[in-house]
């Protein structure tokens, strides 16, 4: 089955003038960073990705998607741009899911920036200062390849690499995969772990006295070894052990619906009984919990 093109297959250069928005862009729209990135990026690139607009009568063209890119032609009074001609008139698919690019896909775009043009160039396009765009270049430095690796689609930002980079390779490590299972990412997050780190985990510094030993701060390293030591085995044995788990509730469910059988427990072990009833009841609560309404699914369906 062949799949309608959801575009014209060459852009078509258009009027600004007759293309018609949907929708007007509004003073403090104008005054966002993403509005100022746009507008600088364009200043210095030009417009990159084409506006998409739908024909309609009389000459007239829909805009779909751009509308910011479109305020910015006129409000520079760029007569003319590149179109992308739409095949249907829909506009509710474009950046309704926006994809946010992660920080270390930043750090090699911006590498790959600076072999053709200038630190200077790449802050004036993205409306950032010189110093930012040297922190993304910078963001590795003193990273392994390993924890690069496994930080590669998070959102750990500079404060995070910053605090990952006093600590040794293998304990780079074990706090990036912990991070993953936690889905945290934050530099708090890791200030946490890095204050339950040993001594000999951490990168020498001439400028960081060593710490002073205490009860408190051995029992935070110990705990902090142990999350970490553990964390990749539980991710891997969770799948077997809910699996398991069902499989006894189950069982035990079957059991306990046998009358003789719980009339035994009852007089023989009461304990055991009451536990197994309470660990049922809590499956069957979380069940109810989990499953949604009737009356929300049938509000869905009418709306």
């Given at each position: 089955m062949s799949v309608k093109p959801a575009f014209q297959a060459e852009t078509v250069t258009i009027r600004a003038a007759d293309i018609i928005p949907v929708r007007v862009m509004t003073e403090a729209q104008r005054k966002t960073d993403t509005y100022r990135r746009i507008a600088a990026s364009m200043t210095q690139l030009g417009i990159i990705e084409?506006?998409?607009?739908?024909?309609?009568?009389?000459g007239k063209y829909l805009l779909l998607d751009g509308h910011t890119r479109l305020d910015i032609l006129v409000a520079t009074n760029t007569p003319f741009s590149e179109c992308l001609l739409a095949t249907e008139n829909e506009a509710y698919t474009y950046n309704k899911r926006v994809n946010h690019i992660p920080p270390i896909a930043q750090h090699h775009m911006i590498l790959r920036s600076l072999a053709h043009v200038s630190e200077e160039k790449i802050a004036l396009a993205l409306n950032t200062s010189v110093a930012a765009i040297r922190s993304k270049r910078d963001l590795l430095n003193g990273i392994c390849p390993e924890?690069?690796?496994?930080?590669?689609?998070?959102?750990?930002?500079?404060?995070?690499f910053a605090v990952l980079r006093k600590m040794k390779p293998v304990r780079?490590?074990?706090?990036?995969?912990?991070?993953?299972?936690?889905?945290?990412?934050?530099g708090s997050f890791a200030r946490a772990l890095l204050d339950g780190t040993r001594q000999e985990f951490l990168v020498p510094s001439p400028q960081v006295r060593p710490r002073a030993a205490s009860t408190e701060q051995a029992i935070l390293e110990q705990e902090t070894d142990d999350l970490l030591k553990h964390v990749r085995s539980i991710q891997e044995n969770y799948g077997n052990d809910v699996r398991n788990l069902t499989a006894s509730c189950r069982y035990a469910e079957r059991l306990l619906s046998n009358p003789r059988v719980r009339r035994y427990l009852g007089k023989n072990h009461t304990d055991t009984l009451s536990a197994l009833d309470n660990l049922l009841a809590e499956i069957v609560a979380d069940k109810q919990r989990r499953a949604p309404?009737?009356?929300s699914s049938s509000t869905k369906s009418h709306s």
């Amino acid at each position: 089955m062949s799949v309608k093109p959801a575009f014209q297959a060459e852009t078509v250069t258009i009027r600004a003038a007759d293309i018609i928005p949907v929708r007007v862009m509004t003073e403090a729209q104008r005054k966002t960073d993403t509005y100022r990135r746009i507008a600088a990026s364009m200043t210095q690139l030009g417009i990159i990705e084409p506006l998409v607009v739908f024909p309609t009568t009389k000459g007239k063209y829909l805009l779909l998607d751009g509308h910011t890119r479109l305020d910015i032609l006129v409000a520079t009074n760029t007569p003319f741009s590149e179109c992308l001609l739409a095949t249907e008139n829909e506009a509710y698919t474009y950046n309704k899911r926006v994809n946010h690019i992660p920080p270390i896909a930043q750090h090699h775009m911006i590498l790959r920036s600076l072999a053709h043009v200038s630190e200077e160039k790449i802050a004036l396009a993205l409306n950032t200062s010189v110093a930012a765009i040297r922190s993304k270049r910078d963001l590795l430095n003193g990273i392994c390849p390993e924890t690069a690796e496994i930080l590669k689609n998070a959102k750990a930002g500079a404060a995070t690499f910053a605090v990952l980079r006093k600590m040794k390779p293998v304990r780079q490590i074990d706090v990036a995969r912990l991070m993953v299972s936690a889905q945290k990412y934050s530099g708090s997050f890791a200030r946490a772990l890095l204050d339950g780190t040993r001594q000999e985990f951490l990168v020498p510094s001439p400028q960081v006295r060593p710490r002073a030993a205490s009860t408190e701060q051995a029992i935070l390293e110990q705990e902090t070894d142990d999350l970490l030591k553990h964390v990749r085995s539980i991710q891997e044995n969770y799948g077997n052990d809910v699996r398991n788990l069902t499989a006894s509730c189950r069982y035990a469910e079957r059991l306990l619906s046998n009358p003789r059988v719980r009339r035994y427990l009852g007089k023989n072990h009461t304990d055991t009984l009451s536990a197994l009833d309470n660990l049922l009841a809590e499956i069957v609560a979380d069940k109810q919990r989990r499953a949604p309404s009737k009356g929300s699914s049938s509000t869905k369906s009418h709306s």
